[in-house]
């Protein structure tokens, strides 16, 4: 796994988390005010990814996702939908497993 630190379309520094076949698994959730934040966001998410609380839910499209938390703040967000709740579990916990090692 891989983060990338980028500007999304509007201009706004976030972070997001590949794996090795470039597919996108997870996401900030939420943009920067600059990109040094970004990828101190990033930081922080790899360093906690494996104690962190992960949260499955349907979103408003009825597609299931993933949410970490760290305390009260949201730290990460799946990088797709998916048609069920294990598959969105078994994302989740690929990420908990894999994100400490990924390349920042």
Same mark, same amino acid.
């Given at each position: 796994?891989?983060?990338?630190i980028a500007n999304t379309q509007s201009g706004a520094p976030?972070? *997001?988390?590949?794996?090795n076949?470039?597919?996108l698994v997870a996401w900030a /959730? $939420?943009?920067f005010d600059s990109t040094s934040n970004a990828r101190r966001a990033a930081a922080a998410f790899?360093?906690?990814?494996?104690?962190?609380?992960?949260e499955v839910y349907t979103d408003?499209?009825?597609?299931?996702? *993933?949410r970490a938390w760290r305390s009260s703040d949201k730290v990460a967000?799946? /990088? $797709?939908?998916?048609?069920?709740?294990?598959?969105?579990?078994d994302a989740?916990?690929?990420v908990r497993r894999n994100a400490g090692n990924a390349v920042l």
């Open positions: 796994m891989y983060f990338k976030s972070w *997001w988390l590949y794996a076949n470039n597919r /959730g $939420e943009t790899k360093s906690g990814a494996f104690t962190a609380r992960y408003a499209g009825g597609a299931w996702r *993933w967000a799946s /990088g $797709e939908s998916f048609s069920s709740k294990n598959a969105a579990q989740a916990e690929n």
